[in-house]
Structures are given as structure tokens and as C-alpha cells.
């Protein structure tokens, strides 16, 4: 009996030592293999391996005397991998489901604004063919044939005649059935869709060969109602289905093309459905941004994000569109890029560069699409004009006329008053401006114009300040100053004197498209910061009126000064300055248009030959001159 009760202690205090020592085992050992333990933690934390292969290899890099099964018990296990895919694939069905309510309630609105015979075709049920038609060559002969495929990688086929019931509409000597019906066939090879189109009414307003209007297609279980726009004697279009899914087409009178069309357009198809069924597998959601197209002209930029239409102007039948397509939704292909029925290569930073020739105005269309099948169409409204066509500016031209002459502490000026009348004058008479005259003017009264006119003017408008007077500097701080007629000190800058830093905050909160600050004083070349040339634009020419077009939509903050760094004469001939005398003249011979870089050159030329003077010409800086220049048009 004791020799079993001594058995029994031993046994027990040799199982709490291996214990033990076991433990102290596996703090000593962790902390020289953490890494490989946090990894085996880590992996089965995930869900990679077992508990039973976290306790063998846990155990193991320890190099514990056996498995511990309590190794990992601590360790929190994350959610299984099944329940995650699971969760994941009910979490896209909702958003599936959710799309699928937004677009219904999306088509809904959108045929509120159909025509009763529209809203009653959507609503019929549809009228099968006896034969699945699977390749163009097989249709019965229509007046058009074409090719569409959606954003799931589905291609259909079908044609179009037109319904000699409907209306007739004349455009031209031409008449045309404002109807069209056909058939769309699936490449499922059992899903037929019946087709409507009605031609807008707008069509025939156009003067070039241009129809627009909308089609609507009736599938067993879904509807679409899209838009379609055609040149000639081929067109495109697209629209939604009820259900969300988007379709793209082009149709064409010849059969041959549409089936080159199609062989393009299935290529296409099979990538878009390989990268759908891939994100189907993993219960993705789909990628369902549109690319974006930006077409730059002009110094500026049509986006079609924003812009209904670019709207581009050129003097020669070859000219090149420039622009860039980019797309957010990140899809696993390139953006794909169509001029009308031509491909265009993108570069790997998405621009492009198209060269195109026409020798009429015309509307193109620009596609992209994306590797989900998102969609992008942007209107080109293209004009090629003839050098020969007259300029007619009809813009809405402001000018401020500031003649300072008779002051409180200053001497008087006699060219101020004289220079001023006769340029408010012309510019009223000549040039339909609509002017704001100030004439011995206070700092307040100066001020107060400027703001007035901030309130009046609009971004298509055009604005002149004109500022003839004393002009003066503080050398201190290298500014200079306009000499209000109230000014009642001479070494009080700051105080009594208008600073043209003040002018320059005003010219930077006008709206109006073009600004220019025409200044006669002196040190009125230090006037506004800028730089010392302006490039001549490439492609200035005086003699051409698409230069004008070009110019006036082009933003301009330009100043021209009498001088430099220095004092300037009162008069030349007792009655007007050298620099206003010229000007007036520039504007009185001119009968056209003139920009203001050729008044200043004509201007600066004069000042030169006749004193020491020297004008300048800047854009000023850091308030949105964009390469524009200041256009004087004369009455028409």
C-alpha cells in the first residue's frame, strides 16, 4: 500500500515538472523563433491550416518534447473562408439588385417623354421569326443592317426597314419615312427583339446630311430605348435596357461592311465577356464608371463628362483633333477608342491625335468603351471655314475711362482730360462700347466704378480700363501708384494714393473674358508685375477671321503702358500724350478688327521715334491670362 501511494507522488510531481518545463520551454524558445511562430499563428488565423497543424508545427519550431494540444488555444481564428465568400456573394447580390431598381426607375422617366405611339410599341409583346438568323449573310434584304453588342460581351444582329405607313419627312430635295421596324436576333440562338425607330422631327432642319432620333427595342423580358444619330449612309447609337445593361450598335446600307463590322465587334465581345465572368466567379461588383474623353482646342478643353458637344472651328479641310480618354473604373482592358467607324490608337497615357480631313462642316462622333463595356459618346461639332468669310463680332465690349487733369496738391495735367474724351468717344461711336466715365476722379470714385462694374459685367463680356494721369512710386517698396485728384500728400503712399496692386486684385475678380489695362502716367511701366514679351501666337493672322473666333474665346489679362520706370511728358503737341495720341489714331483707321498686340506694336513705334519712352506690353501674372489677346472691332 505505501509502495503505491509513493508511485502515485512520483508520477504526479513528474507530470507537473514536464509541464512546467515544457512552459519554460516555450517562453525561452519564442523569442528566438518569433517569426517563425507568428507566421504558424498567422496562418492559422486565417484559415490556412488546422488546429491540429498549428499544435504539430507550433510544437515543432519550439522544439517542444511533444505536441502540446493547448498551443493554440489563444490564438483567434478570423471568419472561414466559406462563410467570407458567402457573405461576399450576398453583399453583390443586393448591389445587383439595388442597380437593377435605380435603372428601372431611370427608364421609367425616360419614357415618360415618349410619343403614345412609342409608349404603346414598348408594351407590345413579341412577334417571333420562324428562323433564328445567326449571321448577317442571312438576313432578308432591308434598307439597313447592323451590329450591336452590350456590356456583358452579348452580340446581336438584325436589320431595319422602313414603315411606309409612318409619316413622311422632306429634308432636302429628299423624302424619308420619319419610321423604321426590324428585328434583333441574339447569339444565344434562341432570344429574337423587335425594333422601332422614329426619326426626331429636328432632322429636317439640318443642312448637312444628318439624321437623329431614337429606337426602341422589345425583347420576351426586357425593354430598351436608346438614342441613334446617322451621316449618310451609316450610323450609331446606344441605349439601356430596363434592366440596366447598356447596348451599343452601328448600322449600316451595306452588308458586306456590317459583316467586317461584326468580326470587330465579336472580337471585342469575347474579351468583355471573359473579364464579366471573371468578376462573376469572385462576386465582384461591376466596374460601371464611363471612360471620360477630353478634346483640348484653343487653349482650353471640352470634356465629355460635362459638355454636350465640342464644338471646334478650322480654316483647312486636313486638321488635327487632340484630346485624351481616361478611365476611373480601373477595367482590366485598355480603353478602346472609335472615331465614327475608324479606330484610333490611345497611347499608354491615354492621349490621342487624329488626323482628319473634311471639306464641309460636319458632326463626327467620338466612342470609347472600356474593357466592363462602359460606354462614352461625345459629339465633335466640327465647322471648316473659308478665309474669305467675313468676322462679325457681336460680343459685349465695357470700357472704363479714367482722365485725371485738375488736382487738389498736385500740378494739373492738360493731356488727361483731352486723350480721354476722344478715346471714350471713338470707342462709343466706332466700336459699341458702352462706356463709364470718370473725369477728375477721387480714390473713392475710382474704386467704386471698378466695383460697379464687377457687378454688371458677365464671362462672355469684354472689358478696357483706360487711366490717364499722375503716376508715382514708392521707392521704399518698389510700388507703384495711380494720383487720385483728392490726393493731399506727396510722401503719404499709402494713405492718399491708389496702389496698383489694388487695380490688379480688380482686374483678377472680373468675370469678363478679356481684360486690358491701358495705363499714361508715369513710372506706369512698373505698374503691373508680368514678364517683358508675349509670344506671338503661331497662329496670328490678322487677315484671317477664324484667328478672331479663336481669340475671343481665349481668356486675356493684358496691360500696355506708356512707359517704363520713369517720368513721361504731359503733351506732345499741347494737346494730347505721344502714347494716347497714336492710339486714338490706331483706332479711328481701323475698320475691321485689330487685336491689341497690333496696337501696341503700331502704338510703341510712334512713342519710340518721338521720344525716349519706352511702352510695354505683358500679360499680368497669377489671375488666368490664357494666351488670349484683346480684340477692337469696329462697327459692321
Excluded at 444619330?229 to 445593361?245: A, L, P, R, W, Y
Excluded at 491708389?498 to 475678380?509: A, D, F
Aim: with cysteine; aromatic share 10%; net charge positive.
Amino acid at each position: 500500500m505505501l509502495g503505491r501511494l509513493i508511485f502515485f507522488i512520483l508520477t504526479v510531481f513528474l507530470f507537473v515538472n514536464t509541464d512546467q518545463s515544457e512552459a519554460s520551454q516555450y517562453i525561452t524558445k519564442k523569442s528566438d523563433t518569433s517569426k517563425i511562430v507568428e507566421k504558424i499563428e498567422k496562418e492559422y488565423a486565417d484559415g490556412k491550416i488546422s488546429k491540429s497543424e498549428c499544435t504539430k508545427k507550433k510544437s515543432k519550431a519550439l522544439k517542444l518534447g511533444k505536441v502540446s494540444k493547448t498551443i493554440c488555444d489563444n490564438i483567434e481564428v478570423k471568419t472561414a473562408k466559406k462563410e467570407t465568400k458567402e457573405k461576399k456573394k450576398v453583399e453583390y447580390i443586393k448591389k445587383k439588385e439595388k442597380k437593377k431598381k435605380k435603372a428601372k426607375k431611370e427608364f421609367l422617366k425616360k419614357t415618360k417623354d415618349l410619343s403614345k405611339k412609342a409608349k404603346s410599341w414598348i408594351t407590345k409583346k413579341v412577334k417571333k421569326e420562324k428562323k433564328h438568323y445567326k449571321t448577317i449573310a442571312q438576313l432578308p434584304k432591308s434598307d439597313f443592317y447592323f451590329a450591336a453588342t452590350d456590356d456583358k460581351g452579348n452580340t446581336f444582329i438584325g436589320y431595319m426597314k422602313s414603315d411606309q405607313s409612318s409619316k413622311t419627312i422632306k429634308i432636302g430635295n429628299k423624302e424619308f419615312k420619319k419610321d423604321s421596324n426590324g428585328m434583333a436576333f441574339l447569339d444565344d440562338g434562341k432570344t429574337q427583339c423587335n425594333l422601332d425607330s422614329e426619326m426626331d422631327e429636328i432632322s429636317k432642319y439640318t443642312k448637312i446630311n444628318y439624321f437623329t432620333g431614337k429606337v426602341f427595342v422589345r425583347c420576351p423580358n426586357r425593354v430598351l430605348v436608346g438614342i441613334w444619330h446617322q451621316t449618310g449612309n451609316e450610323g450609331s447609337g446606344m441605349g439601356k435596357f430596363d434592366d440596366g445593361v447598356e447596348l451599343d450598335f452601328t448600322f449600316l446600307r451595306n452588308r458586306n461592311d456590317t459583316i467586317a463590322l461584326l468580326k470587330k465587334i465579336k472580337k471585342e465581345s469575347r474579351k468583355t465577356k471573359k473579364i464579366v465572368k471573371i468578376e462573376e466567379k469572385n462576386y465582384e461588383t461591376k466596374d460601371s464608371i464611363k471612360p471620360v474623353i477630353t478634346v483640348f482646342y484653343n487653349q482650353d478643353k471640352f470634356v465629355s463628362s460635362k459638355d454636350k458637344k465640342a464644338i471646334l472651328e478650322f480654316d483647312k479641310k486636313n486638321y488635327v483633333i487632340e484630346g485624351v480618354v481616361s478611365d476611373k473604373g480601373g477595367s482590366l482592358d485598355k480603353v478602346v477608342l472609335r472615331l465614327d467607324r475608324e479606330d484610333i490608337k490611345v497611347n499608354e497615357d491615354g492621349s490621342f491625335l487624329i488626323k482628319h480631313t473634311s471639306n464641309k462642316n460636319e458632326e463626327i462622333w467620338l466612342t470609347a468603351w472600356d474593357g466592363a463595356g462602359n460606354i462614352t459618346d461625345f459629339l465633335l461639332d466640327v465647322t471648316v471655314s473659308s478665309i474669305a468669310s467675313k468676322f462679325i463680332n457681336n460680343k459685349k465690349y465695357y470700357a472704363l475711362i479714367i482722365g485725371n487733369s485738375n488736382y487738389d496738391k498736385w500740378d494739373d495735367l492738360v493731356s488727361p482730360a483731352n486723350d480721354t474724351k476722344e478715346i471714350a468717344k471713338v470707342l462709343k461711336e466706332k466700336y459699341k462700347f458702352e462706356i463709364t466715365f470718370l473725369q477728375d476722379s477721387t480714390k473713392d470714385e475710382i474704386e467704386n466704378a471698378l466695383w460697379d462694374l464687377n457687378d454688371k459685367i458677365t464671362e462672355e463680356d469684354y472689358l478696357l480700363i483706360y487711366y490717364a494721369g499722375h503716376g508715382s512710386k514708392d521707392i521704399a517698396i518698389q510700388k507703384a501708384y495711380w494720383i487720385p485728384t483728392d490726393a493731399k500728400a506727396i510722401d503719404k503712399p499709402g494713405r492718399y494714393w491708389l496702389s496698383t496692386s489694388i487695380i490688379t486684385e480688380h482686374v483678377g475678380r472680373m468675370k469678363a473674358r478679356h481684360v486690358l489695362l491701358m495705363v499714361d502716367s508715369c513710372y506706369s511701366g512698373i505698374t503691373i508685375k508680368g514678364d517683358d514679351n508675349i509670344k506671338a501666337d503661331v497662329e496670328r493672322d490678322l487677315e484671317n477671321p477664324l484667328y478672331f473666333k479663336k481669340m475671343l474665346n481665349r481668356k486675356a489679362r493684358l496691360f500696355i503702358s506708356s512707359g517704363g520706370d520713369a517720368p513721361v511728358p504731359d503733351t506732345a503737341d499741347g494737346k494730347h500724350s505721344l502714347f494716347a495720341k497714336k492710339f486714338i489714331e490706331v483706332l479711328k483707321l481701323n475698320n475691321s478688327s485689330i487685336d491689341s498686340e497690333e496696337v501696341f506694336i503700331k502704338v510703341k513705334k510712334y512713342v519710340q521715334n518721338n521720344s525716349s519712352d519706352n511702352p510695354k506690353y505683358r500679360p499680368i501674372k497669377d489671375i488666368g491670362h490664357n494666351e488670349g489677346v484683346f480684340v477692337f472691332s469696329a462697327k459692321n
